[in-house]
């Protein structure tokens, strides 16, 4: 892998304000950030697209670009396959403002997860639901110029939750280029999925990387490099051995770190360091 690759995210930093988080990163010579969109640095509730423009100026004069504009969705109540159609159609434009705040920043990637059902609901039309929806999310982001990459979680209830389900559903939206798959290597470790599972379905489509370490049997996860058990420098050979030429990003956000995120992201960037000097 190359330095130019590494894209670090903001989600260390929840209980610090997005200046300090661009202090640190030119600090410690950082050139490429993945922004997690939500409070306090980025809720699309409170931004105007004008503010976001304000916003890329600054992230600019820090020497900065955005690989991938990533919004909260996990915590937030967003769900494409939703059978209610107020919240649906609440998350389809929820995942339309990050593509226009993608173009206003000239990030080239916006993030999107695949959606979940419930018990008592059909998981196949909740399936049939999110494919709906991807197309015309992909129709927006061709419009807009915006590559949209999407993972799944390994739980129940999301809609798919493994490699396989992900490589149907990209077939089924059909979205060419414009939607492409990430692996997210705490998440897939979980499924006992690796690189491998990864390379073998996507190849070289592969759009992001979401690099983290993790305790595969608990959830523990998305914790520094060295501080679990994930075999990480294996799945960074995987990828170097894959031609993998797309963004790395780092997405550190166990709650461990957020007394302390600037210790967190210089020990990641220094194991980064340690594996490119060694390869």
């Known amino acids: 892998m190359r330095e130019s690759q590494l894209s670090i995210g903001n989600y260390t930093y929840p209980l610090h304000s997005f200046d300090y988080f661009l202090n640190s990163m030119e600090r410690m010579g950082v050139k490429q950030i993945e922004l997690w969109a939500a409070e306090p640095h980025l809720y699309f509730g409170d931004f105007t697209l004008t503010q976001v423009e304000s916003l890329g100026k600054k992230i600019a004069d820090h020497g900065i670009s955005v690989s991938c504009v990533t919004p909260e969705q996990c915590d937030y109540p967003i769900n494409i396959c939703a ?4 919240e649906r159609r609440r998350s389809i434009d929820y995942f339309k403002r990050a593509i226009e705040v993608a173009e206003v920043l000239n990030a080239p990637k916006a993030f999107l997860t695949a959606g979940r059902h419930v018990h008592d609901e059909s998981r196949e039309d909740a399936y049939l639901r999110g494919v709906d929806s991807l197309k015309e999310l992909v129709n927006y982001a061709k419009y807009k110029g915006i590559y949209l990459v999407i993972e799944v ?8 939750n493994n490699a396989a389900g992900l490589k149907k559903l990209l077939d089924d939206v059909d979205g060419g280029d414009w939607l492409l798959p ?4 705490d998440c897939a470790a979980r499924s006992g999925e690796w690189g491998e599972d990864f390379v073998r379905l996507f190849g070289n489509r592969l759009g992001n990387v979401h690099f983290s370490d993790g305790v595969c049997e608990h959830y523990k996860g998305h914790i520094v490099p060295g501080d679990g058990t994930l075999p990480l420098t294996h799945c960074l050979e995987i990828l170097d051995q894959a031609g993998y030429e797309n963004t790395i990003a780092v997405e550190v956000m166990n709650s461990r770190y957020n007394e302390d995120p600037d210790t967190a992201i210089q020990r990641t960037l220094d194991w980064f360091r340690d594996y490119m000097d060694k390869h």
């Open 153 to 160: 979680n390994p739980f129940e209830l999301e809609v798919p």
């Open 182 to 185: 990430v692996w997210d290597i």
């Open 83 to 86: 059978s209610n159609k107020n």
